[in-house]
Nanobody, 123 residues
Framework: QVQLVESGGGLVQAGGSLRLSCAASGRTFRWYDMGWFRQAPGKEREFVAT????????YYADSVKGRFTISRDNAKNTVYLQMNSLKAEDTAVYFCTTDNMVYGRRWSEFANWGQGTQVTVSS
C-alpha cells in the first residue's frame, strides 16, 4: 500500500506561479510512474501530467503544456508540479497518483490517491 500526500496549493492571482509537491511512502517510489490529475467543481477528474521512473518520459495535457513542468526526486520520494502563468481555469483540487503506467489511462483506473491540494486562481 502506498501513501501519497500533496501540498503546495493556495490562492494566487492569474499569471502567478505555484509549486505542488507529492510525497510518497509505502513502496519503492523510483520504480513507478507518477502523475498529477485535477478536479474542478462539478467536473470529472482530468489528467494533467505524468513522469516515468527515470524522468525521461514526460507527458502533459494540452491545456497545461508550456506552462506546467513535472519533475521528480527519487531520493526524496517526491514528485513536483511547477505551475506558471496560471489561469482561472486551472482552479481545481490537484491530486497525485502512482502506478506502473499512468499516461493514457482514466483516473478511475488508479487505486492510490492523496487527499489533494486546492489551487485557486483569481482573475
Amino acid at each position: 500500500q502506498v501513501q501519497l500526500v500533496e501540498s503546495g496549493g493556495g490562492l494566487v492571482q492569474a499569471g502567478g506561479s505555484l509549486r505542488l509537491s507529492c510525497a510518497a511512502s509505502g513502496r519503492t517510489f523510483r520504480w513507478y510512474d507518477m502523475g498529477w490529475f485535477r478536479q474542478a467543481p462539478g467536473k470529472e477528474r482530468e489528467f494533467v501530467a505524468t513522469i516515468n521512473w527515470s524522468g525521461d518520459r514526460i507527458y502533459y495535457a494540452d491545456s497545461v503544456k508550456g506552462r506546467f513542468t513535472i519533475s521528480r526526486d527519487n531520493a526524496k520520494n517526491t514528485v513536483y508540479l511547477q505551475m506558471n502563468s496560471l489561469k482561472a481555469e486551472d482552479t481545481a483540487v490537484y491530486f497525485c497518483t502512482t502506478d506502473n503506467m499512468v499516461y493514457g489511462r482514466r483516473w478511475s483506473e488508479f487505486a492510490n490517491w492523496g487527499q489533494g491540494t486546492q489551487v485557486t486562481v483569481s482573475s
